[in-house]
T-cell receptor
Framework: DSGVTQTPKHLITATGQRVTLRCSPR?????VYWYQQSLDQGLQFLIQ???????AKGNILERFSAQQFPDLHSELNLSSLELGDSALYFC??????????????FGNGTRLTVT | GESVGLHLPTLSVQEGDNSIINCAYS??????FIWYKQESGKGPQFIID?????DKRQGQRVTVLLNKTVKHLSLQIAATQPGDSAVYFC????????????FGTGTRLQVTL
């Protein structure tokens, strides 16, 4: 068990809808990262937060947004969903701010299916 | 369980044998490398990492070898067990910028009895 908790485990929704994915990092970790894993593109970095502040952005669509709350949990909001957004969404956490080699520890993901 | 890729290269190894999983990385400026293991239905699990100032690092039953000349990384698993069956990913990045990790497409390891 990595200590990173993600909810829900599965989510099925229709195109055009909006969903929120939730992540609780490992105890003591200040950084939270969001990744998307699809069959044809592997693991793609979306965004990182460190202690409540956005630290780095990857290939995150404008329809997607995230935030990290004072208790360090994070939410990833996906809106105007399209069929192509169907994927596994992983949250990872690390002790550092990304400016170190603390390895990322991943949760078990949320499987999003857009119909 | 969830599939992480339908067309992954697959390595079949007999239980008890040693496994070697290879990875070619693309950026000669990368100086930090990690191996992850992903079992069906789970997130990637950290196995071992190595910085570019080393060419070998050993963990418990695993060894990572780094050849910067040819931009090649390998993961050796000693005495492979059924529980080692999973998809293995290498990732490359820059020291101090974990957010910029680039993951490879993965190799599926199948352990046969």
């Amino acid at each position: 068990d990595s200590g990173v908790t993600q909810t829900p485990k599965h989510l099925i929704t229709a195109t055009g809808q909006r969903v929120t994915l939730r992540c609780s990092p490992r105890s003591g970790d200040l950084s939270v990262y969001w990744y998307q894993q699809s069959l044809d593109q592997g693991l793609q970095f979306l965004i990182q937060y460190y202690n409540g502040e956005e630290r780095a952005k990857g290939n995150i669509l404008e329809r997607f947004s995230a935030q990290q709350f004072p208790d360090l949990h994070s939410e990833l909001n996906l809106s105007s969903l399209e069929l192509g957004d169907s994927a596994l969404y992983f949250c990872a956490s690390s002790a550092g701010g990304g400016r170190s080699n603390s390895p990322l520890h991943f949760g078990n993901g949320t499987r999003l299916t857009v119909t | 369980g969830e599939s992480v890729g339908l067309h992954l290269p697959t390595l079949s190894v007999q239980e008890g044998d040693n496994s070697i999983i290879n990875c070619a990385y693309s950026n000669s400026a990368s100086d930090y490398f990690i191996w992850y293991k992903q079992e069906s239905g789970k997130g990637p699990q950290f196995i071992i990492d190595i910085r570019s100032n080393m060419d070998k690092r050993q963990g418990q039953r695993v060894t990572v070898l780094l050849n910067k000349t040819v931009k090649h990384l390998s993961l050796q698993i000693a005495a492979t067990q059924p529980g080692d069956s999973a998809v293995y990913f290498c990732a490359e990045g820059y020291a101090g910028t974990a957010s910029k990790l680039t993951f490879g497409t993965g190799t599926r390891l199948q352990v046969t009895l």
